[in-house]
């Protein structure tokens, strides 16, 4: 896999602000940017910290302005953007970036080569800034100016002469707190010289935010200047942190996060970087323990996201013990038979409007007892698991319960509780109250999944024996009512008398989950219809091209984007469900398995093309399908590697 871009990647302005590195500090908090240090959008940041882990995200500091010195000569290294204008040109003279162990610039002119290199360290907000001299004909003067935001990371924020720009000084430490609510920001230091001295810089722009049709300028404050001598071959460090320590020793901090980054690498480089890209979704909930943020730079933590990540980020690479204490966490917030559907960025309760996420935790710690054999560890979750299946069969809150016929019935008119969940001011552009196909494929496989737990850990044979007496029920319910026979394929949703026929990919997981209430024969049509009508290089369209509501790009205000978010884009994470239906109708050899190895090239490419080491959340409809969404996904990282490791078995 590619770990390093040249200088005509990085000298290209275009092509350099279309990717993003991102490193992130396993509490939520995260440091990322362009690969020429150009922020883009308002969520870029060099350190933004999770101040109630993993929400309440804050971007403390923004950015470093930096420029060499030598021979009366300056030369900037930065580059930003304003309104009409490019300043300074730093990209200019940058010829390589590295992402890997941490993401690292290098830049060049006839005079000096200097390398500068970024990383968050884990466990802690704290950012080690690093710049080595690699080649120059007498010592430079480097020049170091932090532009600082302290704003939440969803907002932008102008001028404000309220704030307080006192810079408190002790020996090779600076710190401000320009907002009593805000945690204090050292930086620890040894330059040369220190120039106190507070300037605005107005009107930074972020082109991302603007295509959105969002606020898109910025005013940043510095507070002071740092002037460090650098002699040929000497590396001096700037260390930016909310951490109370009287001193900071840069190296060790680094050599820690060399050794713990260390455990991602191995002979298999793709697998390498999707290791890689899996653990930064595994963050901390507060003191509680371990849960899995949904996607950078702005989801929270999310039970329907996490629980279909969670077999791929962590069960494909054998970290049985962090995916235990994910499920118990969502354990304990199980409420009435729900898992929380979000954890707001915030002290707000979470919101339990889902009728999919409770099933998916279901499934996912299945899996994990059978990929761990941990039969004392699903003991722990027999209890919550129970009461899902309970709930879920007299009802509980959202209108969700068991009909008469045992489907699962979801919902009502103005309520959005399955993964397309957009809803506009009342407006809702793919309702699906009522029968939601993949809701009932996944409730089916609740009630056999218990059935085989309680029956192997449980002990309890009388509680399995009901359990798939009354899954055949809904084996039978659900071909009754979900096959439309016509068209070969299965409705979408059920609401009363009205069936759904638009060509959508939920029924794909009434053949991908590991037990399948259809005939062979319907398994293979259902493949077939899916293939025909949604498969792309880059995943599954949410919606056939022949529907009249379907969508060809993502463009548009947050609005209009919102309108159409499953109305033909195409999703990546779909490709695992799609994978596993493949290679269970066609069968799982290593001939097939190839096949769809070859498939999965594309996603694999798309590491080293936007969110860089990681996979975006969704792709334009069509071809070149454009990404889209946020840049690194938990779930569309966890199928694929998931669905990778299968194929290369």
Not at 123 to 129: K, P, Q, R, S, W
């Amino acid at each position: 896999m590619k770990a390093k871009w040249e200088h005509w990647e990085c000298q290209n302005l275009q092509n350099a602000l279309s990717k993003e590195w991102l490193e992130t500090n396993g509490l939520g908090g995260y440091a990322s940017s362009t690969i020429i240090g150009t922020n883009t959008r308002r969520h870029h940041g060099l350190l933004v910290c999770a101040l109630k882990p993993p929400t309440a995200r804050h971007v403390l500091l923004s950015k470093l302005e930096e420029r060499v010195v030598l021979d009366n000569q300056e030369s900037h290294l930065s580059t930003n953007l304003y309104p009409g204008t490019v300043f300074p040109h730093g990209f200019n003279i940058q010829n390589e970036f590295r992402l890997r162990p941490w993401p690292t610039f290098r830049y060049a002119t006839s005079s000096f080569e200097i390398e500068k290199s970024v990383c968050l360290v884990h466990g802690e907000n704290t950012l080690v800034a690093a710049y080595h001299n690699c080649h120059s004909n007498s010592a430079i003067n480097l020049v170091v100016r932090p532009l600082l935001a302290f704003r939440d990371h969803n907002r932008l924020a102008g001028r404000d002469d309220s704030l307080n720009l006192t810079v408190e000084q002790r020996d090779g430490v600076l710190s401000v707190q320009p907002q009593p609510s805000l945690p204090r920001l050292y930086f620890h230091h040894s330059p040369a010289r220190v120039e106190i001295r507070a300037d605005w810089y107005y009107r930074l722009l972020f082109p991302i935010d603007q295509e959105r049709g969002l606020e898109c300028q910025e005013d940043l404050f510095s507070p002071f200047e740092l002037t460090f001598c650098l002699s040929p071959g000497e590396t001096v460090y700037l260390t930016s942190t909310t951490e109370t320590r009287k001193t900071v020793n840069a190296t060790a901090l680094l050599e820690e996060e060399r050794q713990r980054r260390g455990r991602f690498r191995c002979s298999d480089p793709v697998r390498s970087a999707l290791q890689w890209a899996a653990d930064s979704f595994l963050v901390r909930r507060g003191e509680e323990g371990l849960t899995i943020l949904t996607g950078y730079p702005w989801f929270t933590d999310s039970g329907r996201g996490a629980m279909i990540a969670l077999p791929g980020l962590l069960l494909t690479s054998r970290r049985f013990e962090e995916a235990r204490q994910v499920l118990l966490t969502f354990a304990r917030y199980c409420h009435r038979g729900l898992i929380p559907n979000v954890f707001p960025n915030s002290d707000d309760k979470p919101s339990y409007n889902a009728a999919d996420a409770s099933l998916w935790y279901s499934v996912a710690a299945w899996k994990y007892w059978k990929a761990s054999g941990n039969n004392d560890g699903i003991r722990e979750l027999l209890p919550t698991l129970r009461e899902i299946v309970r709930h879920y069969q007299e009802g509980t809150r959202y209108d969700i319960y068991a009909d008469t016929d045992g489907l699962i019935n979801a919902g009502a008119p103005g309520t959005q509780l399955t993964w397309m969940d957009v809803k506009l001011e009342g407006y809702i552009p793919t309702p699906r109250h009522g029968k939601p196909v993949e809701i009932n494929a996944l409730w089916f496989n609740t009630l056999l999944m218990l059935a085989e737990l309680e029956e192997q850990v449980g002990q309890n044979i009388e509680a399995a024996t009901a359990l798939r007496r009354e899954a055949d029920r809904v084996a039978a319910s659900f071909v009754n009512l979900f096959w439309f026979a016509d068209g070969g394929y299965l409705y979408d949703v059920v609401q009363g008398d009205f069936r759904d026929a638009s060509i959508r990919p939920n029924q794909i997981f009434a053949v991908s989950l590991p037990h399948s209430p259809l005939s062979a024969e319907q398994q293979q049509s259902v493949l077939h219809i899916v293939t025909q009508h949604l498969l792309t290089p880059y995943g599954l369209r949410t919606l056939s091209p022949q529907h009249e509501k379907y969508a060809r790009r993502y463009t548009g205000t947050r609005w209009q984007r919102d309108a159409i978010r499953h109305q033909g884009t195409v999703w990546p994470w779909l490709i695992g469900p799609y994978g596993d239906a493949f290679l269970r109708v066609r069968g799982n050899d290593k001939t097939q398995r190839a096949e769809l190895l070859r498939h999965l090239q594309p996603l694999l490419k798309h590491l080293e093309e936007a969110g860089l080491g990681s996979i975006s959340e969704m792709f334009d409809a069509e071809a070149p399908h454009r990404p889209a969404g946020c840049p690194a996904r938990a779930c569309s990282v966890s199928e694929l590697f998931r669905l990778y490791d299968l194929c290369r078995k």
